[in-house]
């Protein structure tokens, strides 16, 4: 199945929002490193998330751990560096796509060990640097959904 990884996530409001798009399409979140902001039971009742029990959540202290966790997965990284855009992409059942940090992205060494494997989502106003998090990841997530058949009524 597609999952979806965050690393190192800023602000809650866009981690909310990718979580409940996990929910919905039954996508697996991973969290990677610190989030800058709390994820406890208490947290997360108090900002009204009510869908959170149907967030598959997994939580990896770094990408090294991410990796172990999933070890027949391909790993893909979303970055606004990249020249090759997500829709020439084939996506596999056993993706896992990778999201750096909202005011970074993805640190330049996991990009360049990675470079066959980055992505990013073309725009055409080269004056807006990058979409927001939230919706990047949508975006991604349904290309990838549909490509594996995902999305297919029965």
Not at 22 to 36: S, T
Not at 95 to 124: H, K, Q, S
């Amino acid at each position: 199945m597609i999952r979806v990884a965050l690393v190192e996530p800023e602000i809650p409001p866009n981690t909310g929002s990718i979580a409940r798009l996990c929910a919905a399409m039954r996508v697996p979140l991973h969290i990677v490193g610190a989030a800058g902001f709390r994820l406890d039971d208490r947290a997360v009742r108090r900002a009204g998330l009510d869908y959170w029990p149907e967030v598959t959540l997994h939580r990896h202290h770094d990408l090294p751990s991410l990796y172990g966790f999933l070890p027949a997965a391909r790993f893909l990284y979303l970055t606004t560096k990249s020249r090759r855009s997500y829709s020439d992409w084939v996506f596999a059942e056993d993706d896992c796509l990778i999201f750096g940090r909202e005011t970074a992205g993805l640190p330049e060494d996991v990009l360049r060990e990675n470079w066959d494997r980055c992505l990013t989502i073309p725009m055409l106003n080269p004056k807006v640097r990058s979409l927001n998090l939230a919706m990047s990841v949508g975006i991604v997530v349904y290309e990838a959904l549909i490509q594996t058949g995902a999305l297919r009524q029965p």
